[in-house]
């Protein structure tokens, strides 16, 4: 989910102005980028909250430092799953254990969105671990540290104000933690497809990606959006595979979520 690029396509987005505020590569220039960065964030409508978790938001050197040290996914596909998953075998057992908590949920889920339980289970466990570790870095610092830094500005500038969005609609405390580019929640959306693909999987009225029921179900809404065929197949070759893609770029990923679900399903 974190490495991939979205159409973002809501009108918060097609609203708001050009970013007047200037990037930076250092912590020097944020408290002033966050000013200008404020003045535009209002005009696109950003509320109060929202201009408050902005106001106080600090630059994540974490942040920079994990940005700066990516590597890609370089690994073949046993390697990755032994580091990833341990072994097939045990990570279907435990996956199969999270869905045997609440069959009528994934049965709900597979029946609107057409996307089976195994590969929402694989995709939670491959994230984070089913839950067990979401992120160690304030959301609003975190996404509003990269939009601020001139590497990828343009790209996170968007998801930045739909994390102020979110602030303003309770969908995000303003100290929320989450992983270092700004991805939350059990599947780690990143905020801008949080708000466009995110529902309410657990009945209670609202959208929380920290609730694993909402977590799953928006998970199931994206692949759904991005083409997912009910019934049809999702191993490497069969019609479902490529919408993996959406979720991650990198082939072993999509191979080993693909993989895991197969062995779930067994």
């Given at each position: 989910m974190?490495?991939f690029?979205?159409?973002l ?10 970013i007047?505020?200037?990037?930076g590569?250092t912590?020097?220039g ?6 200008a ?8 409508g950003i509320?109060?909250?929202g ?5 106080a938001?600090?630059?994540?050197q974490k942040t920079i ?9 370089k ?9 990833r ?5 045990a990570?279907?057992a435990s996956a199969r254990?999270r869905?045997a908590?609440?069959?009528?949920f994934?049965a709900a889920?597979e ?16 994230e984070?671990?089913?839950?067990r570790?979401?992120?160690s870095?304030?959301?609003?610092s975190s996404?509003?540290t ?24 309770g ?11 700004g991805?939350?929640?059990?599947t ?7 708000l ?6 657990s009945?209670d ?8 029921w ?5 998970t199931?809404?994206f ?11 999702f191993?490497?070759g069969?019609?479902?595979f490529?919408?993996?893609n ?14 895991a ?5 067994r």
């Amino acid at each position: 989910m974190r490495r991939f690029l979205t159409a973002l396509c809501l009108s918060l987005f097609a609203a708001a102005p050009a970013i007047s505020a200037t990037c930076g590569n250092t912590s020097s220039g944020f408290g002033a980028w966050k000013s200008a960065f404020a003045a535009e964030a209002q005009r696109a409508g950003i509320g109060q909250r929202g201009l408050q978790a902005l106001a106080a938001a600090s630059y994540s050197q974490k942040t920079i430092n994990a940005d700066r040290n990516q590597k890609g996914v370089k690994y073949a596909f046993n390697d990755f799953v032994r580091i990833r998953l341990g072994s097939l075998d045990a990570f279907a057992a435990s996956a199969r254990k999270r869905i045997a908590r609440n069959p009528a949920f994934f049965a709900a889920v597979e029946s609107r969105y057409g996307v089976p339980g195994s590969i929402l289970v694989s995709i939670h466990g491959m994230e984070t671990g089913f839950g067990r570790t979401m992120g160690s870095v304030p959301v609003v610092s975190s996404i509003l540290t990269v939009a601020y830094d001139c590497r990828r500005s343009d790209f996170f500038i968007p998801h930045a104000l739909a994390a102020l969005q979110m602030v303003d609609r309770g969908m995000l405390s303003p100290n929320q933690l989450g992983a270092f580019h700004g991805e939350l929640g059990h599947t780690q959306f990143l905020p801008g497809n949080a708000l466009r693909y995110g529902v309410d999987g657990s009945g209670d009225g609202r959208v929380d990606f920290y609730n694993e029921w909402d977590a799953l179900a928006s998970t199931a809404n994206f692949l759904r959006q991005k083409g997912w065929r009910a019934g049809a197949g999702f191993e490497p070759g069969q019609p479902n595979f490529p919408v993996l893609n959406e979720w991650n770029a990198a082939t072993v990923y999509q191979q080993a979520i693909a993989a895991a679900a197969a062995r779930i399903d067994r």
